[in-house]
């Protein structure tokens, strides 16, 4: 439309879309039917992710926590556009995130990843400058001249030795193979940093300084940051908002802090009961195991190991729900600010 001298534009009113949102994601794999026998190939669904909703605003820190199994890698994989979930819609900014990653490079320039097993995730054969400058090239970032300044300033951004352009991942410690990893990440000048375990596996001096790195990272660049972990204290220390996974669902979610003072699922509520603390008892294990996913038990799926179970959990499947400012739960009676069950039910 062409506009005569006269008219202005109008600023758009529409409201800008988050980053991701999940709306009732579903992702089924086909798996051999348990105890079949060696000739037969039949095959049952495994729902890795069922009903899944999730919204991550530009900005956000995000912990996405929950027992092995859960689902958290599964859900990583349908955010990054790996995989397509096999029901509901997973966008990235208003947009499907699998035609996003299809189209030119914008999305994996605009969301970087920092892998659970850093080492293996970097080409053992190339120096540490030749794998942060991989993904300069790649996405065009600098001219070839100014290539080694940035290099140079990324090692010191992520705060490893000046000499360790010239190093092999083989001659540098797991904190600092953690270090490369996310100065490849941070090569691209992306906006989302998404990361699986990033931290597990190191000792906890070298673990908070990571922590304090891409606590600064995230503030400093205002990063959008999705970081999946078991570790509630890793979660409150980097996370503003908390997402806790059961079985292929998001049962609570909310500001980490408010969920972690006064939990509202039984299921987050015995998480942080087990959460090892300093100069105390070791703490009372989850009570069972997490049930297969082939083998859900009726109603709300944490019915058979929920210690606040009543009749009709085993009837009803209870799905998430606002519970106050910012917060939302899928059970059928919450707990209230003093642990105690909500006497109504939802
Ligand atoms: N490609 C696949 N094929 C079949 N089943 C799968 C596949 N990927 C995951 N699963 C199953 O989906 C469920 C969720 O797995 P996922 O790896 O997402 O869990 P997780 O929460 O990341 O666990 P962990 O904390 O151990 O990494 C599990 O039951 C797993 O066995
Ligand atoms: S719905 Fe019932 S079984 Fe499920 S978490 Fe809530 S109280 Fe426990
Ligand atoms: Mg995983």
């Known amino acids: 439309m062409i506009m005569s001298q006269t008219q202005t534009k109008r600023p758009s009113t529409a409201p800008t879309p988050p980053v991701f949102e999940l709306i009732e994601v579903e992702q089924e794999f086909s798996v051999p039917q348990p105890g079949r026998s060696l000739f037969n190939r039949d095959t049952v669904g495994l ?4 009903g899944v909703r999730l919204s991550i605003a530009q900005g956000a820190s995000l912990a996405l926590v929950g027992e092995s199994g859960s689902g958290k890698s599964t859900l990583l994989r349908v955010l990054l556009g790996l995989d397509a979930p096999s ?24 969301v970087a990843m920092v892998y659970q097993d850093a080492r293996g995730s970097l080409d053992p054969r190339m ?15 600098v001219r070839k001249g100014e290539e080694a300044a940035r290099v140079a300033q990324l090692i010191d951004r992520v705060g ?7 190093r ?39 673990q908070a300084q990571l ?21 509630l204290g890793v979660a409150s220390y980097l996370c503003e908002e908390i997402a806790i996974m059961y079985l292929g669902r998001i049962v609570e979610t909310g500001p980490t802090d408010a969920v972690l003072d006064t939990p509202a699922h039984p299921y987050s509520a015995a998480l942080r009961a087990a959460a090892p603390r300093f100069f105390e008892p070791i703490p009372e294990p989850l009570p069972g195991e997490i049930p297969s996913p082939l083998d859900l038990p009726n109603g709300c799926r944490f019915s058979s190991r929920c210690p606040a179970a009543q009749e009709d959990c085993r009837l009803r499947d209870p799905q998430l729900g606002q519970q106050g400012a910012g917060r939302a739960v899928a059970c059928l009676h919450p707990l209230t600010s003093t642990g105690a069950q909500a006497s109504e039910t939802r």
């Open 87 to 110: 029901g509901g819609r997973a966008l990235y900014r208003g947009k499907p995130i699998r035609e996003a990653r299809a189209r030119g490079t914008g999305f994996a320039r605009d």
């Open 168 to 206: 092999y991942p083989s001659g540098l410690s797991g904190g600092q193979v953690r270090r490369v990893a996310i100065a490849r990440a941070l090569a691209s000048e992306p906006s989302v940093l998404v990361a699986d375990e990033a931290v597990s596996g190191l000792d906890v001096s070298t």
């Open 127 to 141: 120096t540490v400058g030749q794998l942060i400058a991989e993904p300069l090239r790649h996405f065009n970032i």
């Open 160 to 166: 490893l030795p000046t000499d360790a352009a010239s």
């Open 47 to 50: 729902k890795a992710l069922d």
């Open 211 to 231: 922590l304090t790195l891409l606590r600064s990272l995230q503030r400093d660049m205002g990063l959008t940051l999705v970081f999946i972990t078991h570790d």
